[in-house]
């Protein structure tokens, strides 16, 4: 049993690893062929290599045995239920809430506003410093809340992925022409920043657990497609917060 498991380890490990042999090949060839410089404190590197593989692998063992089966979990709860409303209040509360915690918009917003305060655009003081990144955050999470929101309902009533999209980026593009110049980058990069660690597991286990419980959805033709209008939304909502905001 336990030499099993050893060996089932080993594997997991080793998938990991290659996972990470592209990155490692282009950062040697880098290195070693194009600067012609040797690794500094090459050790301190090898042991990173291994705990990020060991993280990585951790990280995927975390979605399968946890996120996955706990979100198609909820989605067949709350499907067999019978209650739209109750299924509704769950998407929006499950975009908002891990969007809000998502590591990487911490990061970009805290960013932000420093850059915006070295810009001239805001005070510099810490007070205006918060208040400007907590705004984009609030900004972002209720976009993607919104937006699982409306995947669901896509699913639910079948509609064609493809008119959400085309008539979403439609109002982006329109957004970009009178968004202040300073918050179109930031807004574009906020679409793939919400799209991360914590939000893609729970809501592609959403979306294929209601495509599984509701008769006549494909997994696969139905299920997929929230992450699209996580991504989507957020640009919305952060032009419009530059608008406000500006």
Same mark, same amino acid.
Request: aromatic share 12%; proline share 4%; net charge neutral.
């Given at each position: 049993m336990f030499k099993d498991d050893l060996v089932q380890f080993g594997n997991k490990i080793k998938s990991a690893l290659l996972d990470l042999f592209p990155i490692i090949i282009v950062v040697?060839?880098?290195q070693v062929v194009v600067i012609h410089q040797p690794f500094p404190q090459i050790w301190d590197v090898l042991v990173g290599v291994v705990l990020v593989a060991l993280g990585l692998m951790l990280f995927i063992e975390g979605l399968e045995m946890g996120l996955f089966p706990i979100g198609e979990a909820l989605a067949y709860a709350l499907a067999k239920k019978g209650s739209l409303?109750?299924?509704?209040?769950?998407?929006?509360?499950?975009?908002?809430?891990?969007?809000?915690?998502?590591p990487a918009l911490l990061a970009i917003a805290k960013e932000a506003a420093k850059i915006s305060s070295e810009s001239g655009l805001i005070s510099s003081d810490s007070e205006t410093l918060k208040t400007y990144a907590l705004g984009l955050r609030i900004s972002v999470a209720l976009s993607v809340g919104f937006a699982i929101v409306i995947g669901v309902l896509r699913i639910l009533k079948g509609w064609p992925i493809y008119y959400l999209i085309i &008539? *979403?980026?439609?109002?982006?593009?329109f957004m970009t022409i009178i968004a202040?110049?300073?918050?179109? !980058? @930031? +807004?574009?990069?906020? &679409? *793939?920043?919400?799209?991360?660690?914590?939000t893609v597991p729970l809501v592609t286990a959403l979306g294929? !657990? @209601? +495509?599984?419980?509701?008769? *006549?959805?494909?997994?696969?033709?139905?299920?997929?497609?929230?992450?699209?209008?996580?991504?989507?939304m957020p640009m919305i909502f952060v032009m419009g917060y530059?608008?406000?905001?500006?």
């Amino acid at each position: 049993m336990f030499k099993d498991d050893l060996v089932q380890f080993g594997n997991k490990i080793k998938s990991a690893l290659l996972d990470l042999f592209p990155i490692i090949i282009v950062v040697v060839f880098f290195q070693v062929v194009v600067i012609h410089q040797p690794f500094p404190q090459i050790w301190d590197v090898l042991v990173g290599v291994v705990l990020v593989a060991l993280g990585l692998m951790l990280f995927i063992e975390g979605l399968e045995m946890g996120l996955f089966p706990i979100g198609e979990a909820l989605a067949y709860a709350l499907a067999k239920k019978g209650s739209l409303t109750l299924l509704l209040v769950f998407a929006f509360a499950l975009g908002f809430s891990t969007t809000i915690a998502e590591p990487a918009l911490l990061a970009i917003a805290k960013e932000a506003a420093k850059i915006s305060s070295e810009s001239g655009l805001i005070s510099s003081d810490s007070e205006t410093l918060k208040t400007y990144a907590l705004g984009l955050r609030i900004s972002v999470a209720l976009s993607v809340g919104f937006a699982i929101v409306i995947g669901v309902l896509r699913i639910l009533k079948g509609w064609p992925i493809y008119y959400l999209i085309i &008539g *979403g980026y439609l109002v982006v593009m329109f957004m970009t022409i009178i968004a202040p110049n300073e918050i179109i !980058g @930031l +807004a574009y990069d906020a &679409g *793939g920043v919400t799209t991360s660690t914590i939000t893609v597991p729970l809501v592609t286990a959403l979306g294929v !657990g @209601l +495509a599984n419980v509701i008769k *006549g959805r494909s997994p696969l033709l139905d299920g997929f497609g929230l992450i699209a209008f996580a991504s989507l939304m957020p640009m919305i909502f952060v032009m419009g917060y530059g608008l406000f905001w500006f």
